[in-house]
């Protein structure tokens, strides 16, 4: 029952929408009652390698902080049971699954941690149904057509609520840790990671543009490597 405020926050903010006349329900009518979606051959690119093979480094940092963070909210260690190889070893065969029917790469998703902080369901078998819902749903087309119909607000509204729960969860385990921000290393590291992942900030690694979270997380292991060095060196000055 604790699900029903987010639906209901979502479903009356898409009606006020609609009466506002800022939905536009041509989609919705065109498109066909059932649908499957449109399977592609994977194709050998060595260029396209290259540029997403980067990716990987953004992604399984996200992994990491999502287990993390999941664990404190379901107050269970994850990280040993089932254990972080497990969990990457499930992320990475679904991508590999995806690959081969054309579908884009997974990942994991901020936003199902926030609805599991903000309802306090974390059964699996709740999330496993969630998913075959969703499967089931994504055949119907009318129902695709009117969730892309979604207005911006209505979504930046709910979305900032999810990530707002998942930043309190990060500023959460600091407190846990009891991470020292009086140390230089700690202040500076997590002051340009937190300005970098919310200014929108950017860097273009040939045509791929790395901004937001993906460039934070970038920046962030590339610090914490650098202050390891330099504390294993004595050049910190704390």
Known sequence: MQVIPVLFAVVAGYLLALAMGMVDTAAI????????????????????????A????????????????TGKITDED????????????GDGISNVISGFTGSPPNTTYGENIGVMAITKVYSVWVIRGAAILAMLFSCIGKVAAAISTIPVPVMGGITMLLYGVIAVQGFRIFVEQKVDFSKNSNMVLGAITFVIGVSGASIMLGSVQLKGMAFAAIVG??????????????????
């Open 29 to 52: 009518h065109a498109a066909p009652w059932f649908a499957l979606p449109h399977f592609q051959a994977p194709v050998y690119d060595t260029t396209s390698i290259l540029i997403i």
């Open 221 to 238: 292991v590339v610090l914490s490597l650098l202050f390891w060095g330099f504390k294993k060196l004595h050049w910190l000055n704390e």
């Open 78 to 89: 994850l990280m040993n049971k089932p254990g972080l190889h497990r969990s990457l070893l």
């Open 54 to 69: 980067p990716a990987c480094l953004v992604v399984l940092a996200e992994h990491i902080s999502h287990l993390i963070v």
